[in-house]
């Protein structure tokens, strides 16, 4: 079984930065892609951002030049560097990855926690 556990989540006035994390733990051949999304209240979950095994980046129009994707593959965790913060971006931020499990080799679709974001004065 392979477990993501996110941190740094946390109330941040607009302007503001935090950097979340997330470690995946449990026996892992490879993990493939990593990614960052949200949920605000009322709303669908939404990509904020993605990353390859290769270190390939991809980001939501919204937050394109604010927030910052990177992973560690030797501790199997990415990151999410997030500045110049709005309001909108309140939501609760959930990391993901496309894990190849070992031994059986399958890939499985694994999701953290969540780690709630709030944005205001």
């Known amino acids: 079984q392979v477990q993501l556990v996110e941190s740094g989540g946390g109330l941040v006035q607009p302007g503001g930065s935090l950097r979340l994390s997330c470690a995946a733990s449990g026996i892992i051949f490879r993990i493939n892609g990593m990614g960052w999304y949200r949920q605000a209240p009322g709303k669908q979950r939404e990509l904020v951002a993605v990353?390859?095994?290769?270190?390939?980046?991809n980001y939501a129009d919204s937050v394109k030049g604010r927030f910052t994707i990177s992973r560690d593959n030797a501790k199997n965790a990415v990151y999410l560097q997030m500045n110049s913060l709005k309001p909108e971006d309140t939501a609760v931020y959930y990391c993901?990855?496309?894990?190849?499990?070992?031994?059986?080799?399958?890939?499985?679709?694994?999701w953290g926690q969540g780690t709630q974001v709030t944005v205001s004065s």
């Open positions: 990353i390859t095994s290769g270190s390939s980046t």
């Open positions: 993901n990855a496309d894990v190849t499990a070992w031994p059986t080799m399958n890939n499985l679709d694994y």
